[in-house]
């Protein structure tokens, strides 16, 4: 009998964690809701001691997403734990995570104490904590490289205080799964009290076996794994979350464990965390990667042809891939448009619709074909959490082996048009200078990264970018048919967020609002 395993999804902490990877409170909002409509179990929204748009992103999204238990981060000090309890005050269900190191690396160089004074501080946490929420987790950091017979000292004394989660890290990615489940099966023999709490699986991927461990704590008795959407986190990354879900759905008999989550919105969780930060898997990532379900060789397409489970261990449709088809023309109008967003499982809000469709019938007029990658394209090109107050209005670009130069016109907070002419490398860096001088402000562009939406020549190029300006890193996206004009848009689309987000600082009483890195 399979039996139930929390999952718990640390994207919004762990994940945002590494760099390239920062969100805004708001793009963090809009992620959590995607996490509630996947249905994960736990949310960890958070560390609210490390910044205050950290504390106001776990405050935003514990009043918000209602459905999930909502966790936040907390190291074991009074003041992070009071953080963590004051940002899940709104939250329905909330649930404080303290950590502490436990191995002796960390104790000796890190934190310069002793196993005794670890073993108070650990304690003196999960006690405080109960304070605020009976549900708490406590994580032992470097679990996997702790003496195991103090980590379980540790964790039969986080029990005795009250956590009812106790989750044993792979924090640098070490353990191997066998020996990663001797560590569950140990702790869950000799601990009293054990048998009373969910033992929690949290592996990094240091080694690429993050998912192969936390499959092994699962047989070991895990009722908790901590993963990422796309396995992004710290270093190599944490274990990822489609992957653990779709080993229980393919292998049901082996796997041997249920969870709550619903496959069907995996490639959406994906393609929206992708689009927020900027940063896409690689095309041959499991599930979600751009190949995950193209067959190239002749004879293996011939097979799925014939019968999809000849080289296919899963239908793309399971995991919410959509199909590459025809669905709209130039001729289509916005009752066509508007049916097919909801078919695929987006209801748009008043003035979106307005706006995509005049994005779709450009595109339609420059590009033969609209599959439904494209209309997605146009739903995430520039997000539109920030109103426009930057358009691009006219662009003109020369390219060639002597370098690039560029003609931009735009609208902004002023009257009327601007225009600016530069000279680049290339046609992009020649554009994102002309934008500058439009501006009026040094903007520095990094991560960008150009994706085809589509196959063809005249496919869509959709553009993610990080760009720095006034001190605040924001990511922008954009997509169009020429890829220099995507880049233009994904650069107007990041400085309408800066400008925006000026606006909410200038708003604030309290304007320590910490946008990105
Ligand atoms: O990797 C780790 O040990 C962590 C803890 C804070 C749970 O992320
Ligand atoms: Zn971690």
Redo the contacts with the bound molecule.
Sequence with gaps: MARDVVIFDTTLR?GEQAPGNTMTPEEKLQVARQLDALSVDVIEAGFPAASAGDYRGVQEIAAQVRRPVLAA?ARCTDKDIDLAGEALRPAARGRIHV?ISTSDIHLQYKLKIGRDDCLELARAAVRRARRYTDDVEF?A??ASRTDLEYLCRVVEAAIEEGATTV?L?D?VGFALPAEYEQIFRAVRERVPGAAGITLSA?C?DDLGLAVANSLAAIAAGAGQVECTVNGIGERAGNAALEEIVMASHVRPQVAAFRCNVETRELYRTSRLLSHVTGVFPQPNKAIVGRNAFAHEAGIHQHGVMQNGLTYEIMRPETVGVPHSRLVLGKHSGRHALERRYHDLGYELEEGALERLYHKFIALADKKREILDEDILALLHDGFQDAPEQFQLTHLRVVCGTVGGAAAVRMTGPWSGERAAEAKGDGPIAATFAAVSEIVGQPIEVGNLAVQSVTPGRDSLGQVSLQARVNGKSLSGHGASTDIVEACARALVNALNKAHFAERLEADSLNSVYLWGV
Aim: charged content about 25%.
């Design positions: 762990d981060l950590f994580s950091e470097d989750n890290p924090t949290h990094h």
